[in-house]
């Protein structure tokens, strides 16, 4: 696995650095941690951070650091998470990107589906009958869908009433861009705790 | 507004709405009335209009969903037709919990609305960047060692089952099936023998044995029932505050409780 | 699939011809032919393929058409070959990405490509929207690696919903030492609450 190191081109360079790294983000699958690009790259994580915040500014058409005439944006940006970094499309060209990347079924989510999955999402874990009382109909075809669509799963059985809770998977907050329930918007502060109202 | 004797006819100009408290929230809305204000009484009409017009097309939980609210803003507005009278009968008192609990659920309502509408725009933007997302290259898949499962047929088949079965493993819930029925009668008695021991006991404590929700729910109501026949009074220093319960049998003496709904 | 005219940006000039592609190619997991991509942005093939050629060059380090300043080396590639264009390692960098792909890789299947490869197994053939809705996360990038290592194969494409269709190998068959998938063991003993599987 070791390779001899008069095969790897130095890095000494920026441009040679961030060229290098451009290469291997070229075929990864998954966000990169810049601690790993310094690994493989054998180069200290700070100056990989460095080059790597350059290179997303370049593309976003900002003038690089070596002082050289600034690029036009591109087509792609460079994208930072919490798990990394990754190449992505730019968000307003999305209109041309759906066109290839659409697997045929992104369906838009429906009013109702959209408001029953905020009363699971804020309730969770929670019954298809209290989801119900909030919405004053009848959830059942829509909470099927919801977890058709692998949205929201079954996640054990209710003490008291004996009806089966749902909480919302990880692919709901992908869809939203979330990284976590935490990052879910504050409800309306007016909401009055009508948990006790539901007994009655 | 023009009074006319005969009815235009019902015209629907609403938005699809889903539910009785999605068409409740849309009618308060289009006469620019804030929820919080007691808007209910003047789209009871409106509403009532729409039931009767969803007739045989709903199915019947769904019209029942309807009508139970129907049935409350006419009972609301009735109640604001007719001279206010101090609230002393369990009917008024009814009514009153009647328009809370149907505030609090379209305030409920209304919050997860905006939540969803919330969701339509994360969901919106959230999408607009597609990741780079590729398989490796031949050239470079052919470097990687030969694949494993590392695992025998019958455990993939325990890793299969993991997937598909809900988790986690469900236990059946019996408790539903003994709900105790309550009686607001019996709760007085047990209520009054022991503040006439007592002599003074707060709320918490007159419900320290209840098992369950609806005992609870029971004792208030009898709690209430001994207000109104006078064999109790009632102490609260501010609204929220404890609730404390004084046996005082046929005395003038009504407690310092603010009891008046009216506000 | 068609999206109303307003929201797509205007391609007029080159250097937002040049993005969209770039954005396009960044996305897609496969070849794209220039006809393909002149027909979804909607322009002249020949100004698409000059627009491809262009950008060829500028990541090569040429100047570009319009007389700009030359753009460094890039660290990837426009490669174009029978079945199109994509993005591609510049092969100098070869040492680097080989050794960054080695370096994640275990022999062993992780426990979520195993879950993943199960649900294709005993569902087959699947699209990967069912699978992710299964699991309740994206399987894309699973998808892709049990792919690439040969486990599962498409199969043609799903009349409902346009998705394409999954199914395993005989690989998968050799490696869990099965002579033909009516030997895998039934699932349904395993789980006697669940009436139907299709449900979930």
Same mark, same amino acid.
């Given at each position: 696995m070791s390779l001899p190191d008069d095969e790897l081109p130095g890095l000494g360079r920026e441009a040679e650095l961030d060229a290098a790294i451009e290469a291997v983000l070229m075929v990864v699958d998954a966000p990169v941690p810049a601690t790993q690009l310094a690994e493989v790259l054998e180069q200290p994580a700070a100056r990989v951070t460095t080059a790597l915040e350059r290179l997303a500014a370049s593309y976003a058409g900002s003038p690089d650091a070596s002082g050289s005439a600034p690029m036009r944006e591109r087509g792609f940006e460079l994208r930072r998470t919490d798990e990394g970094w990754r190449f992505a499309s730019r968000a307003r060209f999305a209109p041309y990107v759906e066109r290839f990347v659409l697997d045929g079924q992104r369906a838009r989510l429906t009013r109702a589906a959209l408001e029953t999955l905020a009363v699971v999402a804020y309730r969770? #874990?929670?019954t298809r009958a209290r989801v119900s009382a909030v919405r004053g109909v009848n959830v059942d075809g829509v909470m099927r869908t919801l977890t058709a669509r692998g949205l929201i799963v079954e996640a054990g059985v209710d003490g008291a009433t004996g009806g089966t809770l749902y909480r919302t998977t990880e692919l709901f907050l992908e869809r939203l861009g +979330?990284?976590?329930? =935490?990052?879910?918007p504050p409800i309306? #502060? +007016? +909401?009055?705790?009508v948990d006790d109202i539901d007994e009655l | 507004m023009t009074l006319t004797p005969e009815r235009t006819g019902f015209q629907v100009? +609403?938005?699809?709405?889903?539910?009785p408290f999605d068409l409740l929230l849309q009618l308060i809305g289009r006469h620019e009335? =804030?929820?919080?204000?007691?808007?209910l009484s003047r789209v009871t009409d409106d509403f009532i209009a729409y039931t009767a017009a969803l007739g045989g097309s709903a199915d019947l939980e769904e019209t029942t969903g309807f009508l139970v609210v129907a049935a409350t803003l006419l009972d609301l507005k009735a109640a604001r037709l007719l #001279?206010?009278?101090?609230?002393? =009968?369990e009917d008024d008192l009814a009514l009153l919990e009647a328009r809370d609990v149907l505030f609090a659920r379209l305030l409920q309502y209304r919050a997860y609305q905006q939540v969803a509408a919330l969701f339509r725009e994360l969901e919106s933007s959230a999408r607009l960047r597609y990741p780079r997302a590729v398989s490796l290259p031949p050239e470079l898949t052919e470097l990687l060692p030969p694949v494993e499962l590392g695992v025998d047929a019958a455990r993939f088949a325990e890793i299969a089952a993991a997937v598909f079965r809900p988790a986690p493993p469900p236990t059946v819930g019996l408790d539903h099936l003994h709900a105790p029925s309550v009686s607001v009668p019996e709760q007085v008695v047990i209520m009054s023998s022991r503040l006439e021991e007592a002599g003074r006991l707060t709320f918490a404590e007159l419900c320290? =044995?209840?098992?369950h929700g609806v005992e609870v729910v029971g004792r208030f109501l009898g709690v209430l029932e001994m207000y109104r026949s006078r064999q109790v009074a009632l102490d609260q220093?501010?609204?929220?505050a404890e609730l404390a319960v004084r046996w005082a049998p046929d005395s003038e003496d009504r407690g310092t409780a603010a009891l008046d709904p009216g506000e």
């Open positions: 969770q #874990p929670v +979330l990284g976590s329930l =935490d990052e879910l309306a #502060p +007016l +909401l009055p705790e | 100009t +609403l938005h699809n709405f889903t539910g009335l =804030d929820v919080t204000e007691v808007a #001279p206010s009278a101090e609230v002393e =009968d320290a =044995d209840c098992e220093e501010e609204a929220f």
